[in-house]
């Protein structure tokens, strides 16, 4: 338990659809993150949430839409997105943004694009 | 077809052997390191980090050593246990508040 739940675990979801990834952290924590991993290539930062404001957005197609209401929940919304979209999707958080070292990743949200 | 991507590169080590996990920055002036360790079907977790003003670093089973003159940075697992079978992946930033650029990772896999 790293104190960064991620739901759904699995989504497949077909290229007309729209769904939300969602993630919620219990560490009190102030920035919030999304990153996608794809096989076998690095970790990508997708956006940057420190207290509740988007401070990075890492050139990211806007079929991907994010949203922080609070410190404490951060949400990915995804609509028309692509089959290379497919990738699992990790939700991360640091006491600042100041500390992007000391991540604390959820388990991720593993997408499927059909 | 095929498809062509990157191969991860593994290492494959005896239950009880050390381990070495190597990696390569990109960036002279990155001023600090972390170290993650990815279990199957779970998020990276943070184990051990570096300042550059440091050229070692020990954990409990870990040790870090960052050499800054060729951009090096490797990851010593004493006595490794199955428990440490996982993908470890290297991160760099400068000035601890930048960017965090992950290397590709390494795939540990410990035989018993």
């Known amino acids: 338990e790293t104190g960064v739940t991620q739901t759904p675990r699995h989504l497949v979801m077909g290229m007309t659809n729209k769904k939300s990834l969602k993630c919620e952290q219990h560490l009190g924590h102030n920035a919030m993150y999304w990153y996608k991993q794809s096989a076998k290539k690095p970790l990508e930062l997708m956006f940057v949430?420190?207290?509740?404001?988007?401070?990075e957005n890492n050139s990211v197609p806007s079929r991907f839409s994010p949203e922080c209401p609070n410190s404490s929940h951060l949400f990915l919304h995804l609509h028309t997105l692509q089959p290379e979209d497919s990738a699992l999707y990790l939700c991360?958080?640091?006491?600042?943004?100041?500390?992007?070292?000391?991540?604390?990743f959820g388990e991720g949200s593993r997408l499927t694009v059909l | 077809g095929e498809s062509v991507g990157l191969h991860l590169p593994t290492l494959s080590v005896q239950e009880g052997d050390n381990s070495i996990i190597n990696c390569a920055y990109s960036n002279s002036a990155s001023d600090y390191f972390i170290w993650y360790k990815q279990e199957s079907g779970k998020g990276p977790q943070f184990i051990i980090d570096i300042r550059s003003n440091m050229d070692k670093r020990q954990g409990q089973r870990v040790t870090v050593l960052l050499n800054k003159t060729v951009k090096h940075l490797s990851l010593q697992i004493a006595a490794t246990q199955p428990g440490d079978s996982a993908v470890y992946f290297c991160?760099?930033?400068?000035?601890?508040?930048?960017?965090?650029?992950f290397g590709q990772g390494t795939e540990l896999s410990v035989k018993p």
């Open positions: 949430y420190n207290f509740k404001e988007q401070t």
């Open positions: 991160a760099e930033c400068y000035n601890q508040g930048g960017k965090l650029i």
């Open positions: 991360a958080s640091s006491q600042d943004r100041r500390n992007t070292g000391e991540l604390f």
